[in-house]
């Protein structure tokens, strides 16, 4: 019952910044916790970041804790990725999840996925 879309990939060099947004649809948002996790090629998925139905709390994968910020507007049903200092490991498919549950970085716990956006981080 909830569709989410994520925009704003793209390629950067390292050191740069970038932006994703995921649209989400057809629930009250505020009833969702957020997240982000994201796959590299050939590898597994990987916690990013997630945000609690209030905004107030939040956590980070330890790969991106201090360069990378998660934040909602519930009033826009939208969920933001602000990634600054950027790596060429950061090079990966993002993809915004949605949990009718508490807060977590565990994938299990997130019963809705978008279809991804890619960044590439050039060197």
């Known amino acids: 019952q909830v569709q989410l879309v994520e925009s704003g990939g793209g390629l950067v060099q390292a050191g740069g910044s970038l932006r994703l947004s995921c649209a989400a649809s057809?629930?009250?948002?505020?009833?969702?916790?957020m997240g982000w996790f994201r796959q590299a090629a050939g590898k597994e998925r990987e916690f990013v970041a997630a945000?609690?139905?209030?905004?107030?709390?939040?956590y980070y994968g330890l790969s991106v804790k201090g360069r990378f910020t998660i934040s909602r507007d519930n009033a826009k049903r939208t969920v933001y990725l602000q990634m600054n200092s950027l790596k060429p490991e950061d090079t990966a498919n993002y993809y915004c999840?949605?949990?009718?549950?508490?807060?977590?970085?565990?994938?299990?716990?997130?019963?809705?996925w978008g279809q991804g956006t890619q960044v590439t981080v050039s060197s």
């Open positions: 999840v949605a949990s009718s549950g508490a807060v977590s970085g565990n994938k299990r716990d997130y019963e809705y």
């Open positions: 945000v609690s139905r209030s905004g107030v709390t939040t």
């Open positions: 057809g629930r009250t948002f505020s009833n969702y916790a």
